[in-house]
Nanobody, 126 residues
């Protein structure tokens, strides 16, 4: 499956932004989807994941209460709504597909993923 993340941009702190992950090649509903991010000079980290059925979601502590992951298996897309953005959310955001959403929380970041898309840059200014 080919994944493409989009929706990034330059925003001010406190605003909202929604990222999208679109899939081609295979049906996205066959996969759990995770969002990861990598800030400049830092290691990649887990942000959120959603199960294939969308019944279960997982969030990093930094994302809880501010970010919401959702999916539309008809449109073959997964979204990450990010509210109350902070400068420390600045990073390249990637979506990735795997079989088990729960596994994606594990270290090292990227565990449980099979396919990755190109990232989209989110820059939050203070």
């Amino acid at each position: 499956v080919q994944l493409q993340a989009s929706g990034g941009g330059l925003v001010q702190a406190g605003v909202s932004l929604t990222l999208s992950c679109a899939a081609s090649g295979r049906t996205l509903s066959n996969y759990a989807i995770g969002w990861f991010r990598q800030a400049p000079g830092k290691e990649r980290e887990f942000v959120a994941a959603i199960s294939r059925s969308a019944i279960t979601t997982y969030y990093a502590d930094s994302a809880k209460g501010r970010f919401t992951i959702s999916r539309d298996n008809v449109k073959n897309t997964v979204s990450l709504q990010m509210n109350s953005l902070k400068p420390e959310d600045t990073a390249v955001y990637y979506c990735a597909a795997g079989l088990m959403a729960a596994t994606m929380q594990s270290d090292p970041p990227g565990t449980g993923t099979r396919f990755w898309g190109q990232g989209t840059l989110v820059t939050v200014s203070s």
